[in-house]
């Protein structure tokens, strides 16, 4: 099964090609950290960057040695973190006894997941914090499980690199001091050992933080999501129940529409009996009523980012998202649907577990290590995450983490309520649906590549044939944040909000009124299969918004 794993990420890798020497998103802020350490110029963060960062920067800096810096050798190396994440979840399934295509069917859920599959193909953070907390949860669990002090301790070695990569990663600590009382008891001395290893974590974040302003290169924009969520005054309110609210539903029916598939794997008869309880029945329609309320009027996609209608990958130039057709209301109804019936049945299971790790509700023994501290991390990363959604401060790639231990919780609570096999239909339907969440991500992510290289291909010939310098570009946000990004920077009226100076010349996917085509460069789509076309535009009136 492992083998298979590792062939199927390297058949995908050879359809989308990771090739191209482009930023994507926010990685060339990233990227520019790890050029900057290849140079001999030490450790230097962008101002750009929120998070700790740097144990992927000297990752990504192993994979440049052989060849120098590129974006492609950037790229692989998350890819290999991406196919490490996927194995460390199958492993996690495995220690939960999952037979060997259940968990086949859970790790492959995490590879084809739309916003994991494409952010594997960045040098963005998401998935190396993903992969490593997988991994970081696996040696913990066995550690526990079989009493070994060396497993522990190499899990919280990882959980140190998932925070070096993330501030979350605090989390992996929380949860771990958690289970380990859950596990051991209140003894003195397994309270002082909880207590250490919980100590350590914020130790490193400590001395990170301390390096960072001791060396006078504290970031623009370091931790100030974390400030946020550290000032209570600026959301607790009663004002905010209303829209905290909202923000967990919206949550939970991402999580949701990625586990849906899982869910039908369950069956009906597995996902009726994790719900028996009748205090979880009641506290289940509780919310589906909340949360039928809060979507009334809402539709997928329900938070920015990664996953804009029939596409992945932030368009962030003029001009908007590739010029496709939209899936239109009625589909994104139905999945948004499928989304909230997901988060119906997660909110249920949430509520079982925390009954089991209680043990208001029972729980073999042997499994509770592994639901505990994977509830206990997942729901302290939500609470942060929560009030980074209701203030507007969070994007759909957050909820990532949350997707592979809903996985294994889901998994867990299914097989102990009985092994109830679904029907041959209802599995025929997973594996359908698998199937075409594997196919959406595949192909969102080709054409997320295919049209940056066109856009690059136009910027690199607009430098190169036509002597325009960047500053007079507004050729999307990776381009000039790359040439011109300035902390101070503040958008000017008529003009885009990352860092342009003068735009005399646009990359757009589409004509722009006061500007005149002068090229087309054709990429190759298949979401769905057709051309697109990335414009250059010269202007041709005056920018109200600029002093000539």
Not at 67 to 90: D, E, K, M, N, P
Not at 226 to 234: A, D, E, F, G
Not at 375 to 387: E, K, T
């Amino acid at each position: 099964m492992v083998l298979l794993i590792v062939a199927v990420w390297i058949v995908v890798a050879l359809l989308i090609d990771p090739r191209g020497e482009f930023p994507l998103n926010d990685d060339w802020a990233y990227a520019a950290a790890v050029k900057t350490l290849l140079s001999g110029g030490g450790i230097e963060l962008s101002g750009w960057t929120t998070v700790n960062l740097i144990a992927q920067i000297f990752w990504g800096a192993l994979f440049c040695l052989p060849f120098g810096f590129s974006f492609t050798a950037l790229r692989i190396s998350t890819l290999v973190l991406g196919l490490t994440g996927v194995l460390g979840l199958y492993g996690l399934l495995r220690e939960g006894d999952a037979d060997h295509g259940t968990a086949l069917f859970g790790a492959l859920l995490l590879a084809f997941n739309p916003l994991y599959l494409v952010l594997s193909y960045t040098f963005m953070s998401d998935v190396p914090f993903v992969a490593i907390s997988l991994l970081s949860f696996y040696f913990l669990v066995r550690g526990m499980r079989k009493n070994s002090w060396v497993e522990m301790v190499a899990g919280l070695l990882l959980a140190c690199v998932a925070l070096l990569i993330r501030q979350t990663g605090l989390a992996i600590f929380m949860g771990f001091s958690v289970a380990y009382v859950a596990k051991y008891g209140l003894r003195l001395q397994k309270v002082f050992v909880a207590a250490v290893s919980l100590a350590s974590g914020f130790a490193v974040q400590i001395l990170w933080h301390h390096f960072l302003t001791s060396r006078h290169i504290l970031p623009a924009l370091y931790g100030v999501q974390s400030t946020l969520v550290l000032s209570p005054r600026s959301y607790v309110s009663w004002h905010a129940v209303k829209p905290f609210a909202a923000g967990l539903v919206i949550l939970s029916v991402y999580v949701g529409l990625f586990l849906f598939p899982l869910i039908l794997w369950m069956g009906p008869r597995n996902v009726k009996a994790l719900c028996q309880p009748r205090l979880v029945s009641l506290m289940t329609v509780v919310y589906a009523v909340m949360g039928a309320w809060v979507l009334r009027h809402m539709r997928m996609p329900l938070l920015r980012n990664i996953l804009y209608d029939l596409g992945l990958g932030p368009a962030l130039l003029q001009g908007g998202s590739p010029s496709i057709p939209t899936a239109g209301k009625g589909f994104w109804a139905v999945v948004t649907l499928a989304g909230f019936l997901g988060s119906v049945v997660l909110v249920g299971a949430t509520l079982v577990a925390i009954g089991k790790t209680r043990k208001f509700l029972p729980m073999p023994a042997g499994k509770r290590e592994l639901l505990v501290i994977l509830l206990a991390s997942g729901l302290i990363y939500l609470v942060p995450l929560s009030i980074l959604t209701f203030t507007g401060r969070a994007f759909d790639r957050y909820v990532l983490f949350l997707v592979p231990l809903g996985i294994v919780i889901l998994f867990l609570l299914a097989s102990d309520v009985g092994r109830a096999k679904a029907g041959s239909l209802i599995i025929s339907l997973a594996v359908a649906s698998l199937i075409l969440y594997g196919a959406f991500s595949i192909a969102g992510t080709h054409d997320y590549l295919s049209w940056n290289r066109a856009r690059w291909q136009a910027l690199n010939n607009l430098e190169t044939e036509q002597r325009v310098g960047p500053a007079d570009i507004d050729g999307g946000f990776e381009f000039n944040a790359s040439y011109l990004y300035d902390p101070n920077y503040r958008a000017r009226p008529g003009k885009s909000w990352y860092f342009v100076a003068r735009d005399d010349f646009m990359i757009a996917f589409e004509p722009v009124p006061g500007f005149t085509e002068m090229k087309r460069y054709p990429f190759q789509r298949w979401l769905p299969p057709g051309e697109g076309s990335m414009l250059v535009l010269r202007r041709t009136q005056a920018n109200s918004g600029e002093a000539h």
